[in-house]
């Protein structure tokens, strides 16, 4: 690649960065709404992909011009952010963006003060977060459906299932998606402590028919440390017989050790049981010292100085029920006995998580806390075709993050209202400069744009329609794009989460701001 640059100045520079936004945000506009359309797009090898996923439309786009490209980038960027932050919206944050740069263009090109008009828009900002704080309520079980299915393209049946899937859940529980054996899509429901290991051989069955092993009020010995021979495990094996329970060791053996407690296992009959630690590194560590904590059994780590042998008869827990078949295995915990302790390690690994953004690390503790919280709900999503199944799989993503959002900072009022509404409310400081004032105003007229965008989508003359809107005293009065009447909108269940209203509002005027303020361009000079 060239090490050399070419330099563009000024407006030169800012058009044809906005001509790059233009360019992603005219192609992730037409999905915004009920009645916005889908984009097809070709991936890797010539497949087809189809979505209404904005997100996953801007990601499709790269340009070829230099600068175009950068524009392209930066408002992807913006989408990308809403993305980690909340996982849905990323329509309206292109939408958003793009209006609030080109309206700020349009002033500079007059002769407004870039920093002036920067100000004024990052005040505004601020003031409509506030006005939506306000206006935000808490979300009842009974509108979970409601979220769920308008960001599932309002899709009824997909909506109620992923309504079904969070109040499976439960507070702390998690809920997730996985792509379904057959067509059919349905929720799974895992209760107890699931640890991502299968049966560690076809002699560990005690239910042949079924092929798995189910253990009744098992004892449980969780090891980090390696188990070189069985004479480890020997006083294990001794409680077991004498007094007659189960006994289910968690952790590494070495290979010839459990060669000989398996022939042992068939020639005496014992009933003890291995399962093989979950993950490798770090991460087994975290989740061996989990399924310490869920069974009250004290954890041999694998750097401490503990003889297995002398302390696994003390270390021992407990469990109301182990079921393990041919992939993971279930853990039924007694939750009254060690619900205390749980509910400390899920307040800390909670603390932990405040501090991350969205990453591996981070859905790392969200999948512990949801273990250690006793359920893990799965919409297991099901298609005729791949082109089918990757588009309900989108929908599914944004439902979920849509409903978890709504969950965390509470609802307001959908089709774009919320933002339309807020608008009325602000009012600048008449003491300020004109072109903060301009900068302000920009903001107001923008925040009006995804209600426009929403109706022009929809095929209806949206001034008429947002006239009617202005002079109702109904703030929830709104255009229902799939009946095509003026409704409650609240009353209609057409609702969205204050939180990703907030984060595209945030995401989007932060790189508006920051194009505001370009003027010079650097690029790698093409061939």
């Known amino acids: ?31 915004m709404g009920a009645k916005g359309r889908n984009a097809l797009i070709e991936t890797q090898g010539g497949l087809p992909k189809i979505t209404k996923d904005g997100v996953s439309v801007a990601r499709s786009i790269f340009l070829e011009e230099p600068l175009e490209s950068l524009g392209a980038e930066m408002i992807k960027q913006a989408a990308e952010k809403t993305v ?51 206006r935000s309520v808490k979300l009842k079980k009974r509108d979970y459906n409601s979220v769920a299915r308008i960001s599932a393209n309002n899709d009824k049946e997909l909506g109620d299932m992923i309504a079904k899937a969070f109040k499976l859940a439960g507070k702390n529980g998690v809920v997730t998606y996985e792509r379904s054996v057959d067509e059919v899509t349905s929720v799974k429901n895992s209760k107890g402590l699931k640890i991502e290991r299968g049966l560690y051989n076809q002699y560990m069955v005690t239910d042949k028919k079924k092929n798995r092993m189910d ?9 980090n440390k390696k188990i070189e021979s069985i004479e480890q495990i020997m006083p294990l094996i001794t409680k077991s017989r004498q007094d007659d329970v189960w006994v289910l060791v968690i952790g590494e053996m070495e290979k010839s050790a459990a060669n000989l407690l398996t022939a042992n296992l068939i020639k005496h009959k014992l009933k003890i049981r291995l399962l093989d630690a979950p993950s490798f590194g770090s991460k087994r560590a975290d989740l061996m010292e989990d399924i310490a904590i869920a069974t009250g059994a004290t954890l041999v780590k694998n750097e401490g100085t503990d003889n297995i042998a002398s302390v696994c008869v003390n270390y021992l827990g407990t469990a109301k029920g182990f079921t393990c078949a041919d992939k993971e295995s279930f853990l039924d915990i ?6 205390e302790q749980i509910d400390s390690q899920v307040s800390l690994l909670s603390e932990q998580r405040k501090n991350l953004k969205k990453s591996i690390a981070s859905s790392f503790i969200d999948e512990r806390i949801a273990k250690l919280s006793c359920s893990v709900a799965t919409v297991q999503v099901g298609a005729i075709s791949d082109v089918e199944l990757d588009e309900k799989i989108d929908r599914v993503d944004d439902a979920i ?3 978890k959002s709504a969950i965390e900072e509470g609802i307001l009022v959908g089709g774009g209202l919320a933002l339309f509404n807020a608008s009325y409310k602000l009012s600048y400081d008449k003491t300020k400069d004109k072109d903060y004032k301009l900068g302000y105003m920009i903001t107001i007229n923008a925040i009006r744009k995804p209600i426009r965008q929403i109706l ?38 057409i609702i969205d ?21 370009t003027d010079v361009a650097i690029n790698i000079k093409r061939a």
């Open 215 to 223: 253990l009744e009020n098992p004892y449980v010995f969780v090891c």
């Open 497 to 517: 989460p204050h939180k990703v209203i907030r984060c595209a509002l945030q995401n989007a005027a932060s790189v508006a701001q920051t194009h505001l303020l």
């Open 84 to 134: 980690e932050d909340c996982g849905d919206s990323t329509t309206n944050t292109v939408v958003l963006a793009s209006e609030l740069m080109n309206l700020a263009e349009q002033e500079v090109k007059k002769g407004a003060h870039p920093i002036l008009l920067k100000n004024g828009i990052s005040d505004a900002v601020n003031d409509v977060t506030e006005e939506l704080k306000k």
């Open 334 to 339: 007694d939750n009254e006995k060690y619900q």
């Open 1 to 31: 690649m060239s090490n050399i640059k070419e330099v563009t100045f000024g407006l030169d520079a800012r058009e044809k960065i906005l001509s790059g936004v233009n360019t992603v945000a005219d192609a992730v506009r037409i999905t």
């Open 401 to 403: 993050s849509a409903t």
């Open 456 to 493: 022009q989508n929809a095929g209806v003359d949206a001034e008429s329609v947002i006239s009617e809107i202005e002079n109702s005293d109904n703030e929830n009065l709104g255009y229902d794009v799939l009946s095509g009447k003026l409704v409650d909108l609240v009353d209609k269940g």
